[in-house]
């Protein structure tokens, strides 16, 4: 039997990519993130699931290590991995954002931004002619600003609940961001087991019809 890997995305994610691989008939009952098996198999399907971390997916995908995964746009912008985007799930969906404090960047000419995604924040001001002084991040970027390290951050907002309990508010949309689904180049052209599958995610997408 073909087998196919697909790389999960752990975290926020992970409910919704598991509720359709079931809604295209794969049977996750035995699938937890709570497992400490990184790799697991759906039987008699020829399925195999790996879980990793939003950053990994688009690596593990370009070199053909599972050839195919599920993650963020965010991360396939910052990352830009030579895949296969197929296909806008329509879950997750969250935007990235300028923010700050209210009236805090008033009259500057020149911004520290915090953010985790270093090349997104250079390319977006650099389109606004904004000069600025990137400070990469991995922790709670809403630190920045308040402690002084930078005047603003870029990151995902959901609900704003983190920012406002922060002091924070949200000063420019950056853009909408969505879970996507991506292919290795090379199993795409020689797995069909692959190929049916992104044709009953693509039916499913439709609503069944």
Sequence with gaps: ME???IALTKGRLLKDQIKLLQAI??????ISPQDRR?????PDKGLQVVFLKAQDVPTYV???IVDMGIVGKDVLLE???KLYEVADLRFGRCHLAVAGRKGGIDGKRHLKVATKYPNIAKEFFAAKGQSVEIIKQEGSVELAPLLG???VILDIVETGST???NGLVVLEEVMEISARLVLNKVSYK???KLRQIIDEIDLQLKGGC
Excluded: F, M, P
């Design 149 to 151: 390290l930078s005047d």
């Design 62 to 64: 370009e070199h053909g």
């Design 38 to 42: 990184l790799v697991q198999e759906i």
């Design 3 to 5: 087998v196919v890997k």
């Design 163 to 165: 920012l406002r309990a």
């Design 25 to 30: 008939g794969y049977d996750c009952n035995h």
């Design 79 to 81: 990352v830009k991995k």
């Design 190 to 192: 020689t797995k069909l």
